[in-house]
């Protein structure tokens, strides 16, 4: 039987934003496993550059740092002419940059700017910036992040989740737009997943936050990173070929309840 090779990224060049820490750096490991040449592009050098020279250990100029803020036009110009100095073409986007600067429905002009800046208009700006080195890949994919917060009314945020709502429409919107170009365009939204930020909240117990995690994510857990870092293989390769322009829900179930959590009228009562 032949080697089933739609998950074989030897040779394809992938572009990570925020992939310097958390959920970004572990996609950058996934894509790097997977045999890609690796740009990890984020404002934290220190950390950016230490995944580098990991993934550079285990394989020899396979991954590089490109200190860029995404929320400045010209950095994201300089990330993008160093990627294109180093290889004729860019075959995986994953717009993962974000920033959780939020203070609800009252958050100052400022807090809407930066977050709107990061995490809506900086991915737009790198697909953008970035189109002619994806056109030249042959067979092209974008993956944008956004979250189940961009789904759901939530109070005390409005920033986050408003950012995170626009993601999938721009998604929708990128994916047809380019669709004549042979360029996919797909979003994940993740829900609960184990990450620095969530074991503060539960005071680094990962049993502490599957136990609460559960209440609301009918697979009995929180998210793995690794299991955002798959969907992300997936939709970037081969084996995905005929999709874009969808969300795919990484979230254990999360979005399929309602709020009633899943349980009918009755344990409501009884409750």
């Not at 090779?5 to 950058?28: C, K, M, N, P, Q």
């Not at 400022?110 to 900086?122: E, R």
Request: glycine residues 10%.
């Amino acid at each position: 039987m032949a080697r089933d090779v739609r998950f074989d990224y030897g040779g394809r060049v992938a572009l990570v934003t925020g992939g310097a820490t958390s959920l970004g750096a572990a996609i950058a490991q996934a894509l790097h496993g997977a045999g890609a040449q690796v740009c990890i592009a984020d404002v934290d050098a220190a950390s950016g550059q230490a995944l580098a020279d990991s993934l550079n250990r285990a394989r020899p100029r396979s991954a590089w740092f490109e200190a860029t803020d995404v929320s400045d036009d010209a950095s994201i110009a300089r990330c993008i002419e160093a990627l294109g100095s180093r290889h004729a073409r860019l075959d995986v986007l994953v717009n993962n940059a974000v920033v959780y600067d939020d203070g609800g429905i009252g958050s100052a002009r400022q807090t809407w700017l930066k977050g709107l800046g990061v995490n809506l208009v900086g991915g737009a700006q790198v697909l953008a910036q970035a189109l002619e080195l994806l056109a030249a890949s042959p067979s092209p994919a974008v993956v944008n992040l956004s979250s189940v917060a961009g789904k759901f009314g939530q109070r005390g945020r409005a920033v986050y989740p408003a950012c995170k709502a626009a993601i999938l429409q721009l998604t929708r919107n990128q994916a047809v737009e380019l669709a004549p170009r042979n360029i996919r365009v797909n979003a994940i939204t993740p829900a609960w997943t184990w990450s620095a930020a969530l074991a503060r909240q539960a005071a680094g117990s990962r049993e502490r936050a599957d136990a609460i995690g559960a209440r609301l994510h009918p697979l009995g857990r929180v998210g793995d990173l690794a299991d955002v870092a798959d969907a992300v293989l997936f939709l970037c390769s081969d084996a995905a070929a005929f999709i874009t322009g969808v969300d795919l829900p990484v979230d254990g179930g999360f979005s399929a309840l309602g709020p009633d959590q899943g349980h009918p009228p009755a344990h409501w009562w009884s409750a």
